[in-house]
């Protein structure tokens, strides 16, 4: 199994909040990516990461920021939770020599 | 944006029935991948098909790319209990992607004794 670990896995916070969901491999892949999941919508990209301080946006950024500052974790930000925000968040892996994903155990996360 | 759609979206069936779930898109893909997810786990990968046309099986899975790589099917032969679980097909568009994945809608499968 891919080394990948996601902090906190249970969250419940109050709108308006910020918020750093954290992820961590041991795996030194290059890519890195976080989704949200939500009935009815499968898996959808939040924002990307192709290297160290190497980032950009995927199709729902919205009221999303990142950081990577080492190859190993990846943080996904929301500066001022809503409860549209309320969701299961997903961090993958890329080893890059494939389209293979490796995926952590997800955050539950709920903003009331 | 790619879009692939996915059917059915749910699926209730009993143990040693036969199922099929498609996956559709428009956008030719330069492969299709498909995950099973267990609740309260993330996605697994189950096979990834790269050629038009190809067939993969696994155990009593069958995963078929669409001749013009635009859809695919998982083909579940005799389903049991421990088939339950949430099937999504996903497609990378290739080239400077970043090996970005666009993920159909998912298919809850149920599967009773």
């Known amino acids: 199994d891919a080394g990948i670990t996601q902090s906190p896995r249970h969250k419940v916070t109050e709108t308006g909040t910020p918020v750093t969901l954290r992820c961590h491999q041991t795996?030194?892949?290059?890519?890195m990516y976080w989704y949200r999941q939500d009935p009815g919508h499968g898996l959808r990209l939040i924002h990307y990461?192709?290297?160290?301080?190497?980032?950009d946006k995927g199709e729902v950024s919205d009221g999303y920021s990142v950081s990577r500052s080492k190859t190993e974790d990846f943080l996904l930000t929301l500066e001022s939770a809503t409860s549209s925000q309320t969701s299961v968040y997903f961090c993958?892996?890329?080893?890059?020599?494939?389209?293979?994903?490796?995926f952590g155990p997800g955050t539950r996360l709920t903003v009331l | 944006t790619q879009l692939l759609e996915q059917s059915p979206q749910f699926l209730s069936i009993q143990e040693g029935e036969n199922l099929t779930v498609y996956c559709n898109s428009s956008?030719?893909?330069?492969?299709l991948q498909w995950y099973r997810q267990e609740p309260g786990e993330g996605p697994v990968l189950l096979v990834t098909?790269?050629?038009?046309?190809e067939v993969k099986k696994l155990k009593r899975l069958t995963f078929q790319f669409g001749d013009a790589r635009k859809d695919s099917s998982l083909h579940i032969t005799a389903a049991q209990p421990g088939d339950t679980g949430l099937y999504l097909c996903?497609?990378?568009?290739?080239?400077?992607?970043?090996?970005?994945?666009?993920f159909g809608q998912g298919t809850i499968l149920t599967v009773h004794p």
């Open positions: 993958a892996i890329n080893e890059g020599r494939g389209d293979t994903q490796y």
């Open positions: 795996e030194n892949h290059r890519y």
């Open positions: 990461s192709y290297g160290v301080k190497d980032t």
């Open positions: 956008s030719v893909f330069s492969s």
């Open positions: 098909v790269v050629t038009g046309g």
């Open positions: 996903a497609a990378h568009a290739g080239g400077t992607s970043y090996g970005k994945l666009t």
